[in-house]
């Protein structure tokens, strides 16, 4: 396990080093919230999920929601790295004609299970994937991220008294828990604390981690795999822009894309070569 | 002339439907016993799903179905359907042409007593304006349900506008055939067209044997799809009968008038005038006294033919 682990933070590195270069490229884009997940996508896409690159479509697969759209760098380079996509594709992100839209296109994106962006919506849909599983007595799971400021959206509890309603079990949603939005700090814009006592309210169990703790993320979604008739919330606390220095809790960081130099600053720090 | 309001028609083909598709699910927001759709609930109820008073959830739960290969058929009040999902509609329905039937029930001012704030009057026009979407409004029971056994069988996002209130039966079960697109022509004419849509086609009907009358020969079109809507039935009229009258229980602005003036004036302009709600809300009272006040009747088609083909 340690040698995996271990595998899994280069991997982590990696996808960290291909955000921050394809954003570069793009001149636009969300680092923060990429940089802040990409722990969460690697620990999903290269320890956990039942995927197979060469058949996207795969209908007994489980399947991935990137609720916080706008983090679509981290979903493009852990797919990239995974094997779905040619890694020179990222190059491409937000350029005219590109397969690799601004924010997650299902339709022109091999792995890209859902169209999100509009904040909230990807959570409402992953209930909607754990329901047909329930229907069709599938074995898949459904897995989802959302953004910390994102619970502030109203459907997101429509979706979260859902499915604990419909006892969706297979569904696992983590919350990328940075603390900071657009506008400033959560605390500041709009408080949406208690995470973990609203969630447990609505009938969900709940799991606290540290979202940059590989071994931590693991354990956590072998709970949520054990635990039977609810569904599991996972409150990752994570830094915005995390591997970063200049970046790391920096609300600028949210969206505006790093500059050559910045890049150049940004890789070495990283580091970590495969 | 019997009567049934196409909401119920909606309810026995979803049935129907089910029997025939395992992949049919049907969701929606607390409003079953209203929209019809509780009687595939208590027949099939593992694939029924109540999403509880939640709009935007019923669509985005909808969305999560389809894109797990689902046909999922999700229904609640026009107004709330189009109105307040609309976003979700958009973005999380049409942007990624999931394969979601959105069934709405209660449009136009023939909710009668609940008022304005449950009357949608531009529910056509949001749907139309979403790219990948078909927007069908059956003019009848018999329509509904061969509407709805036909949207089953395509893959991609629609929505069905249906009403509340019985209305008459104008087509004929057992020789109906139902093709989404294709307008249906009704009774021939060669004098001026009367282009309607869902409860106006009846009055269309009537309005169009009084013109026979008063010796205008008027040609009446059914455009039970809006979109996408039959240029080349609508061009035609245009060319044979040189002005159109277009009859809807919605806002004239973005709906079926709306898209007619767009064939036309691209095609072959003529001489148009478009009957509907005209950019109001509407209010509380009996369907039929509605009708009559916002001009939506029999009459009020009779008085603007009359007046149009004066400028032919």
């Known amino acids: 396990m340690e040698k995996k682990i271990q595998e899994l933070k280069q991997i982590a590195t990696e996808i960290r080093k291909d955000i921050v270069t394809m954003l570069t490229e793009s001149g636009s884009g969300h680092p923060g919230g990429s940089l802040s997940a990409a722990d969460i996508l690697t620990v999903l896409y290269f320890n956990e999920m039942k995927v197979d690159s060469k058949n996207p479509k795969w209908e007994d697969r489980d399947r991935f929601v990137l609720s916080k759209g706008h983090a679509a760098p981290v979903l493009y380079s852990t797919l990239a790295e995974k094997g779905f996509f040619p890694k020179e594709e990222l190059q491409k992100l937000r350029k005219i004609d590109s397969m690799l839209q601004g924010h997650p296109d299902m339709k022109g994106t091999p792995g890209v299970d859902m169209s999100t962006g509009s904040l909230g ?29 994102e619970l502030q959206e109203g459907i997101v509890w429509e979706a979260a008294m859902l499915a604990a309603h419909h006892k969706l079990d297979n569904l ?13 700090k959560n605390e500041e814009v709009l408080s949406i604390d208690p995470v973990t006592d609203k969630f447990k309210a609505f009938g969900w169990n709940v799991l606290k981690i540290d979202g940059h703790s590989i071994e931590e993320i693991v354990d956590s979604i072998n709970k949520a795999k054990e635990t039977k008739g609810v569904p599991t919330v996972i409150v990752a606390k994570t830094v915005k822009g995390k591997g970063v220095s200049f970046m790391e809790n920096k609300v600028e960081w949210h969206g505006s894309a790093p500059k050559e130099e910045e890049k150049a600053q940004a890789l070495k720090e990283l580091g970590g070569e495969m | 002339m019997t009567k049934i309001a196409t909401r119920n028609a909606y309810g026995e083909a979803l049935i129907e439907i089910g029997k025939e598709n395992e992949d049919v699910v049907v969701l929606d927001a607390d409003l079953s016993k209203s929209t019809k759709t509780s009687g595939f609930g208590k027949e099939f109820p593992n694939r029924f799903i109540n999403v509880g008073i939640a709009e935007q959830n019923l669509m985005g739960t909808a969305a999560g179905l389809a894109a797990a290969g689902k046909i999922p058929f999700a229904s609640t009040f026009a107004m709330f359907a189009t109105g307040r999902a609309f976003e979700i509609i958009r973005n999380s329905i049409g942007y990624p042409k999931l394969n979601v039937k959105i069934c709405a029930t209660h449009s136009g001012v023939t909710v009668g007593e609940d008022g304005a704030s449950h009357q949608a009057l531009e529910d056509i026009s949001c749907m139309r304006t979403i790219p990948n979407m078909t927007v069908i409004v059956p003019a009848d029971a018999v329509e509904a349900k061969a509407a709805i056994h036909a949207v089953a069988k395509i893959d991609g996002p629609v929505y069905v506008r249906l009403g509340r209130p019985a209305v008459p039966v104008i087509n004929d079960e057992s020789n109906y055939d139902f093709k989404i697109g294709k307008g249906v022509t009704l009774k021939d004419g060669k004098d001026i067209t009367i282009v309607a849509t869902g409860i106006m086609v009846n009055e269309a009907l009537e309005a169009a044997e009084e013109l026979e009358t008063k010796g205008i020969n008027t040609r009446v079109i059914n455009i039970h799809t809006i979109k996408p809507i039959d240029v080349e039935l609508i061009t035609k009229a245009a060319k044979e009968t040189g002005a159109i009258v277009t009859a809807e229980e919605h806002n004239i602005i973005g709906g079926l008038g709306s898209a007619v003036a767009e064939v036309i004036s691209e095609n072959h302009p003529v001489p148009l005038k478009r009957i509907g709600t005209n950019d109001t809300f509407g209010e509380s009272g009996k369907p039929d006294e509605l009708l009559k006040k916002y001009g939506l009747t029999k009459e009020n088609i009779v008085e603007t033919v009359t007046e149009l083909i004066k400028r032919k």
């Open chain 1, 121 to 149: 919506q990807g959570f409402s849909s992953s209930c909607g994937m754990a329901m047909a599983g329930k229907i069709d007595k599938k074995d898949y799971r459904v897995y989802t991220l959302l953004g910390d400021g």
């Open chain 1, 172 to 184: 696992t949603a983590f919350i990328d828990y940075n603390g900071l939005q657009i506008d400033g």
